[in-house]
């Protein structure tokens, strides 16, 4: 029956549920890191001056209120940070801006939450009495809160080191929070969760006919230039006294490469090995134990010597040397290039892989696409869920135009009725 539901929780030990809040500060915080020039854009004349009273009910969803109290101290911590980063004063007017901003954001993902954990609520009780509902909110919370001290509450302790509460708590003050509040948050979240995967297929089918058909829309992200995987030795003018000096290096590495392959290619128990090794020792300054990685780790002056002068896939016209970029779209594979100059030094380099210019296709795509077109359709039915939610749950805010279908809502003390989950 549907009063019994709840009872379905038992396996969701731990939810991960992405905060609009996360999403929405940061990019307002940028604003306020970038406000050196004059205000530009004026609040509304009839906009409602931001709450002083951290009790204050700034909206109410359904039966529950969300006071100023929850929004405060996140948006103080973010102007705190945007006035660090900025490193300098902001002036009142623009930080009242950003912090309306901020506000509006935070205030908007809140009562998102509020109108899915409602929802939730809804689908549980139906049309039965308060008391009911009481009850079955009061379950919710108590599953709510176990759940909170088993999961979200342990990554607390293992991220501060403590056991503590008070300490956990004292840390997320710091961060414009408290132990309290993300307990509320957890509540809401793991409520709109549940609601949303109750209601959402979240594996919905998807047709060979739609893979082709996004295929063929999204032709031009599957065309690829030329790639190459090469690897490369160089030397820089600017480490060198004269262009001679860098010459005589990269010679040096290269010969050490080349003999060393030459070397490896015969068995270790082939006699001309050693009338090799003799011959070459009788020239002198030859190193036998370079293979290309090591010789490059050791000498080679590019920004890749670190991992053996090896470079991945590289798509033809990406390099800024139009010289090597040259080469390496028209030498033979596996074979080591004669010197290449360029404007910053000298190199020499071998293509291990090349691939023409082309289009991916589609059968090596189409897992790609299908996992495409599935986010869609979910980020779909979750958008056309949340404006069935928005006519089943009444709003009041104070900012009512930020939310489709909210009420305005008169600035007030928290009332004594309404339920604060």
């Not at 406000?35 to 529950?64: E, I, N």
Request: glycine letters at 4%; a neutral charge.
């Amino acid at each position: 029956m549907r009063r019994h539901r709840f009872q379905y929780f038992a396996p969701l030990t731990v939810l991960a549920v992405a905060s609009p809040v996360a999403m929405a500060l940061p990019v307002a915080m940028a604003l306020l890191v970038v406000l050196s020039a004059p205000v530009k854009a004026q609040l509304p004349d009839d906009a409602p001056p931001l709450p002083a009273d951290p009790a204050t009910v700034v909206a109410v969803v359904g039966q529950s209120a969300i006071l100023w109290g929850d929004i405060h101290p996140k948006v103080e911590t973010r102007i705190k940070e945007g006035i660090a980063k900025a490193g300098q004063q902001i002036p009142e007017a623009q930080l009242t801006m950003v912090r309306t901003q901020l506000s509006r954001a935070a205030l908007r993902s809140a009562i998102q939450n509020k109108v899915m954990s409602e929802c939730f609520l809804l689908e549980q009780v139906g049309t039965q009495s308060a008391d009911k509902r009481e009850e079955v909110s009061n379950m919710m919370s108590q599953r709510a809160r176990q759940l909170f001290f088993e999961s979200e509450l342990k990554q607390l302790k293992e991220k501060y080191a403590t056991e503590s509460l008070n300490e956990i708590d004292a840390k997320l003050r710091e961060s414009g929070t408290s132990l309290q509040s993300r307990q509320r948050e957890f509540a809401d979240q793991m409520l709109g969760h549940m609601f949303m995967k109750e209601n959402i297929d979240q594996d919905p089918n998807v047709t060979i006919a739609e893979i082709k058909r996004y295929y063929e829309k999204h032709i031009d992200d599957y065309r690829h230039g030329a790639k190459a995987k090469w690897e490369q030795l160089s030397v820089l003018f600017k480490n060198h006294p004269t262009r001679q000096a860098a010459l005589d290096k990269l010679t040096a590495m290269g010969r050490d490469v080349y003999y060393w392959e030459q070397l490896n290619l015969l068995p270790e128990n082939d006699p001309s090995r050693k009338t090799m090794t003799d011959r070459l020792t009788a020239v002198g300054g030859i190193n036998f134990n370079k293979s290309w990685e090591q010789t490059a780790r050791a000498g080679s002056e590019e920004s890749y010597s670190a991992d053996g002068g090896q470079h991945d896939w590289t798509t033809q016209g990406s390099l800024a040397s139009k010289e090597l970029d040259q080469q390496i779209f028209s030498m033979p594979i596996n074979k080591m290039s004669e010197i290449i100059e360029d404007s910053n030094g000298l190199h020499i380099i071998r293509v291990k892989d090349r691939t023409p210019a082309g289009v991916t296709s589609l059968a090596d795509v189409q897992d790609d696409i299908r996992k495409a077109i599935k986010k869609e359709k979910i980020m779909a039915a979750q958008e056309k869920m949340v404006e069935q939610m928005q006519s089943r749950v009444p709003v009041w805010s104070i900012y009512p135009d930020d939310f489709p279908g909210a009420k305005p809502l008169r600035i007030s003390a928290a009332p004594q009725t309404t339920t604060q989950r």
